[in-house]
């Protein structure tokens, strides 16, 4: 898992260019430091003058560690080590653990070369260039909608990890992988589920491909798809919950799915997954409206939709159509 957050970052936090990006940088430390993530500046100037520009923008004791990159290659046996991977090491975390943050486009080299996940941070003034775009996980171009759940996403996805979409007070929303296969689909075959799917597996060896080729396609195309819930007390797959395209009178729409196993039903579970991903909907995927498509006869949903702000707005087929209220005007 990410462990640590390593700010390379001379521009704003040594020569404060630009200023503007400082409250939202301590913002994000202090952030860090609450959800004991472990951070470090590294920087081309002595630790003392790393210091005092840290105190005087109000972060001072924030960070575990600051390293010098002048001084690297004058203690013995480090010659051959890169800056990252002496920051990881000193504070007892492999550099496939970290992830960078940078302006200068040596560094975003440096990072990918030691393991590490890197956001490169570009200014007008910066010297990231093209080619070395290419080799960071992300671009950024200011810090004001960086949070640590947007570095842990870039961190899994440069990991090749499945990406943590959201947590609720019981529950995380990530994409699922091969590795939840067997909690798949026995999560399908559960009473109520099996019989609900449009498109139920005819064996488990074909299951088993679909999901694979959900993973590789949904999840990479869209940036969306039905997500895994998984239990916080648990850890357990008890449901699935997301955004899924369908077509609307010949017009492409987003629909809101979800199933849960009966365990886990009728304790506001369904709700709290599905609120938190409409509020992803508007807020994160910029969706004007989201539909959901449901039987006549599941009062359970009828009511979820309601609760959850949609209203009916006509029926497709033989299922009943509502939509966000944002979409009704």
């Known amino acids: 898992m990410l462990k640590l957050i390593i700010f390379y970052l001379d521009s704003v936090l040594i020569h404060r260019t630009p200023i503007s990006e400082i409250p939202h940088i301590c913002r994000l ?61 000193s504070l007892g975390i492999r550099p496939e653990e970290t992830l960078v943050i940078t302006d200068t ?19 007008p003034s910066s010297d990231v260039q093209s080619y070395e775009l290419r080799l960071a996980d992300i671009l950024m171009e200011g810090f004001e909608d960086i949070d640590t759940l947007f570095l842990t996403q870039v961190w899994e996805r440069s990991q090749k990890l499945p990406m943590t979409i959201a947590h609720t007070s019981r529950t995380i929303l990530r994409e699922l992988c091969m ?31 679909k999901l694979s080729a959900y993973i590789q396609t949904v999840y990479q195309f869209y940036g969306y798809g039905l997500w895994g819930i998984f239990s916080k007390d648990s850890n357990r797959l008890i449901g699935r919950c997301g955004l899924q395209p369908f077509t609307l009178n010949g017009t492409a729409q987003t629909e809101l799915g979800y199933y849960l196993a009966p365990d886990y ?13 409409l509020l992803l909907a508007q807020e994160y995927y910029a969706m004007p409206c989201v539909y959901a498509r449901i039987a006549p006869d599941n009062i359970a949903s009828i009511r979820l939709a309601a609760k ?16 966000t209220e944002s979409n009704l005007s």
């Open 308 to 323: 959850l702000g949609m209203q009916q707005v006509g029926q497709l087929q033989d299922l009943l159509l509502f939509c």
């Open 105 to 123: 486009a040596s560094e975003i080299r440096a990072a990918k070369w030691a393991g590490s996940a890197c956001a490169a941070f570009c200014t």
């Open 265 to 277: 039903r009728h304790k506001g579970i369904a709700y709290e997954a599905a609120a938190k991903v």
């Open 29 to 89: 430390v202090n952030e860090l430091r609450c959800g004991n993530f472990l951070t470090a500046v590294v920087s081309v100037c002595p630790v003392a003058e790393m210091r005092a520009k840290i105190a005087s923008i109000g972060l001072s004791g924030s960070f575990d560690l600051l390293i010098s990159e002048g001084s690297l290659s004058k203690a013995d046996g480090d010659s051959a080590m890169n800056v990252f991977q002496k920051a990881a090491m």
């Open 179 to 209: 590795n939840d296969f067997e909690a798949h689909y026995r999560l399908i075959h559960e009473p109520g589920i099996a019989s609900a799917l449009t498109d139920p597996a005819a064996s488990e060896e074909e299951e088993r491909h």
